[in-house]
């Protein structure tokens, strides 16, 4: 088993230079997020020098999801509007989502249901951080982001494996993560991790997507909530689900999958009735609003 261990983590390590590199702008923003005293300036510094990246900005915030009185007509102005944190998280998304799509993959790999499935979990992990009592909640989104990064790094540095653990899924109806663990010794939340590792993001982002389907293993679990009711790897479970119950997946699902009209019944874990429905209307504004640039 060590021995299996230390192959797939060699090859998932390998497939991170078979992507195209994050741009010097993504990269000053990862940096960013491991800071607590991020200037505005300094945000607005960033994004500014990506001038295809600021158009797409203003474009969003002035849609109506963010709809305003007034048109916002500058990245200063934005960040005054919607906050440091909440706009390097659109401008996060929109870099890290797009920068991938043209990676080589097995034919059973959909990089645009991966896109979308995973801002709309960093979207709805998001809303939720600003709803529920969880450690970290500055770190939902990325971490909402990034939680199946896993799977792509297994399609690019395995495709065959992969294959055989889509076919697994679908055949029998297990969840994903008991067909990897049974194909390659490791499932994609911890290949998630590994490349959080190796681009040195905070240790708590990394944490909860590392343990986001397998909760209860994390041994430093009650530690790492902080005093917090909840803790965020339950926080990107529930996105998770929930954005699963809405059909947007990365992989189809299997025949006689029962459907969801509303995915209540996993928000209503973390939150009441009453949250629930106003954490979905900020989710379907805000999500509907970012993925038209898919």
Known sequence: MVTAELDYRTKIVKSLGQLPPFSPVLNKLLATLAREDVAYSELAGIIEKDTVMSGNVL??????????????????HAISVLGISKLRNVVLGLSISRMWSGVKTPKVWSAARFNLHSIAVAVMSDNLAQHVSVNYPEGAFVAGLMHDFGKLLMAVAM??????IDQ???????PLWECEREVIGADHAALSAIALEEWNLPVQIRRAVEFHHRVSENPSFEAEKEGATFHLSELIDTADQAVNRLGVTVHEL???TPKHEHPSEPLQRLTDEEATWKLMGDFECEFEAIRKFF
């Open 254 to 256: 299997p025949p006689g």
């Open 168 to 174: 697994m899924k679908l055949a029998s109806g297990r």
């Open 159 to 164: 495709p065959a494996e992969y294959e055989q």
């Open 59 to 76: 474009r969003l915030v002035n849609s109506a999801a963010y709809a305003r009185r007034s048109e916002i007509n500058s990245i200063p």
